[in-house]
């Protein structure tokens, strides 16, 4: 399944006319590597067929959309270790938007050497979570259109070594303390979201530097707080006395799509960059934000991840030193870190309008945020996962009523404060028997109120400090909960579950149940290793009770059947650690992406198809850790009929965030950190640099590797994956 490709040959297969079926690949792999095309590999149908086609576009395209599939209408692609996109025969990727592509029509182009600059006006770093948003013709909102449209995505971080993004720096960036402001600078414009207009002419997509949509939100760019925790005292700073606006948005993972036409981000891993003098324990006294602080994972006295606070004495640099070292909240930034960790909403469709954080949906290391289907004159409703070993579960349930006028009101923003300001949020508990119970995290709640593990005097404080109140009311923790998906067909909700190295026997339950050991070469790893996928079904999205089960376990193939391949997976279909998981509205696809460092030994990442049921479909079973029984719920067995592999991407990275056309016909699919196992010693040595993608297939100049977005497509102008 190795795609061929050469790179910089000028061939064009309508002029070449080759003799044999061997040479019509090599002269479609040249033309395709010159656009920054990857092949699958294919027989001499598959090539026939794209002569005589084209990347054509969705055969359904302006018709109605195509039917839920029944069954996955492509062969798996093999396990691979090559620095390169793999998809099924039958399919070709496009690169159409890496890290420093311009998004002006004045910025330089981009020269991959480390001597760029200007990262407001290009692709930030570390594509993550995004959304397709529809053009029409006119560049109006649409939300039918196939071949116009807007992508919201995430820029998530940046691949590092001892403090500095190295691949962004000439030299690799200083390794010490203090960090050159020029080097800071540009770190800091590389994380945040951006906007960007693509189209298709029915045969290659591109993106639009200049177009007027186009747009960088980054770690400086103003924001302002919506919900409970607006005007909080715990959101006091520096830059706003008053607590109601902030600066920037950090470490986006994944996204969502409203009801009414919007993007939603969560951040995720924001406490790691900030800073805290070893004595801010003392000078904060008797503040309860010490606790909180902790919890929230940032010791007095710990190194943040980039030591940006070090740059200068600047305003900008100054506000990751999160130490109380002024009279009062407005002198210093001791609260900046609360500004961080909630879902943000932007309009891609409106540049002028300021980013918007959603405090009542939590403040946690937020993933995606997933919708249940709306219903006229029903709360909306919002699954989400909060990703670090041991957190939690969450869903927020709107005060406001769906009405359906909302879906394509002239303000989307409006429809935001509307329906996600005021709700209620809920913490999932898992139970034994196979049943759940939403957990209310509000001053309604007298465990809340009355609590003697953290002082909760207001709404704001259960926004601002929500693991505390979850840590509270006794939720369940979980192996990390990532993404959250609901299937369209039946509305379960299904959620990654990515992998725990400290579970343990004395902590495994039925919901976590497994603990073993798993070897990568030499080196024992342990814990649930390789994650699973939860499953949740309601009567109604909004009750306060849910059953559940695993649908999912992931494992190596070769695994014990007893007590970890408990899904019966197969070289065609194993896997490790899930992580990004959306479903296709126009085919039913669940599409499940991974994350994965424990059988990186075996594959590179990877993206996988699946048809699942529904929950039930299984039944019980039970592992024994020495006296100790775990009885689970797991969903059927897998077959390579309604799961298998469909790609598997470069080396060293993550593949992640997934959205479509809504023909179901273009796959979008984000390469994150292809590389990042590089050393920065080798940064003047591309010969040893683990990967060299996307510049290694004829895209863009340097050979330094570059997080990227693909767009898939059938060679038949069919629907991806059906």
Request: charged share 25%; aromatic share 8%; with cysteine.
């Amino acid at each position: 399944m190795t795609p061929a490709s050469v790179p910089g040959t000028d061939f064009n297969i309508e002029d070449s006319n080759p003799t044999d079926n061997a040479s019509i690949a090599q002269v479609l792999d040249a033309r395709l590597s010159r656009r920054g095309l990857l092949r699958g590999a294919m027989g001499a149908a598959g090539v026939g067929t794209l002569a005589a086609t084209g990347l054509s576009g969705c055969a359904t395209a302006g018709g109605s959309l195509p039917a839920a599939a029944s069954q996955l209408g492509f062969n798996p692609v093999a396990k691979s270790l090559a620095d390169a996109v793999v998809v099924p025969e039958g399919y070709t990727a496009q690169i159409v938007y890496a890290l420093g592509d311009p998004l002006t029509a004045s910025t330089p182009a981009f020269k991959n050497d480390g001597t760029d600059t200007d990262f407001g006006n290009r692709a930030g770093d570390h594509h993550d979570g995004m959304e397709w948003f529809g053009l029409d013709a006119q560049g109006k909102p649409s939300r039918n259109a196939n071949l116009r449209g807007l992508i919201a995505m995430n820029h998530e971080a940046t691949t590092d070594e001892k403090l500095a993004s190295f691949f962004l720096h000439a030299n690799g960036g200083t390794a010490t303390l203090p960090r050159p402001a020029e080097e800071v600078d540009k770190e800091l414009m590389i994380h945040g979201l951006s906007v960007v207009e693509l189209q298709s002419d029915g045969k290659q997509w591109a993106y639009k530097p200049g177009s007027a949509f186009n747009r960088r939100v980054t770690t400086m760019t103003e924001a302002v707080i919506h919900g409970p925790a607006r005007g909080s005292e715990h959101l006091v700073t520096k830059y706003d006395g008053t607590g109601s606006k902030a600066r920037g948005t950090l470490n986006n993972c994944g996204a969502g799509k409203t009801p009414w036409g919007t993007y939603v981000s969560g951040e995720e891993n924001w406490f790691g960059y900030f800073f805290r003098d070893a004595k801010d324990d003392d000078a904060r006294k008797k503040d309860k934000q010490v606790q909180a602080l902790k919890r929230y994972g940032r010791k007095a006295g710990e190194a943040s991840r980039h030591g940006w606070e070090s740059a200068g004495s600047d305003d900008r640099f100054v506000r990751w030193n999160n130490s109380a070292i002024g009279t009062s909240a407005k002198d210093d930034y001791r609260n900046e870190m609360n500004t961080f960790g909630y879902v943000v909403e932007l309009d891609p469709y409106d540049g002028k309008a300021l980013l918007r954080k959603r405090t009542a949906l939590g403040r946690m290391g937020h993933e995606n945020i997933t919708f249940a289907r709306v219903v006229v004159g029903q709360p909306v409703v919002a699954y989400m996962g909060d990703d670090a070993r041991g957190e939690y579960i969450y869903k927020f349930v709107s005060e406001a009523k769906w009405d359906a006028a909302d879906a394509s009101g002239a303000n989307r923003l409006a429809a935001g404060d509307k329906y996600l300001d005021k709700g209620t949020l809920y913490v999932a508990r898992f139970k034994d028997d196979g049943s759940g119970q939403w957990l209310e995290l509000s001053m309604d709640n007298p465990v809340i109120a009355g609590s003697s593990y953290f002082e909760f005097k207001s709404a704001a404080d259960v926004a601002i400090f929500t693991r505390l109140a979850a840590d509270a009311v006794g939720a369940t923790k979980m192996d990390r909960p990532e993404w959250a998906g609901v299937n369209p067909k039946n509305g379960e909700v299904y959620i990654t579950l990515t992998n725990n190295s400290n579970r343990t026997a004395a902590t495994a339950d039925s919901a976590n149940p497994r603990v073993y050991t798993d070897m990568k070469g030499s080196k024992e790893q342990k814990g649930n290793v390789n994650g699973h996928i939860v499953r949740l079904a309601e009567k109604q999205p909004h009750d306060d009770r849910f059953r559940w089960d695993i649908y999912l376990f992931a494992s190596e193939a070769g695994a014990d059947r007893g007590s970890v391949n408990l899904s019966g997976l197969t070289d065609e279909n194993d896997l490790s650690s899930p992580d990004g998981l959306v479903f296709s509205k126009a085919s039913g696809i669940c599409w499940i992406e991974t994350d994965d460092g424990a059988y990186t030994d075996k594959t590179n990442c990877m993206l996988l198809a699946a048809l699942p049921g529904r929950l039930g479909d299984g039944g019980e079973k039970t592992l024994t850790y020495g006296d100790k029984q775990v009885r689970t719920h797991m969903g059927k067995e897998q077959t390579t009929a309604t799961f298998k592999r469909f790609l598997v991407g470069p080396k060293g990275a993550e593949i992640t965030g997934i959205t479509e056309t809504p023909d179901g016909c273009a796959l979008f699919v984000n390469i994150q950190h292809p590389g990042e196992n590089t050393k920065m010693a080798d940064i003047a040595d591309p010969a040893k640099y683990e990967s060299r993608w996307p510049t290694n297939v004829g895209y863009g100049a340097g050979q330094r590797p570059r997080s990227a977005t693909i767009v898939i497509t059938r060679q038949d102008g069919g629907v991806v994956g059906a």
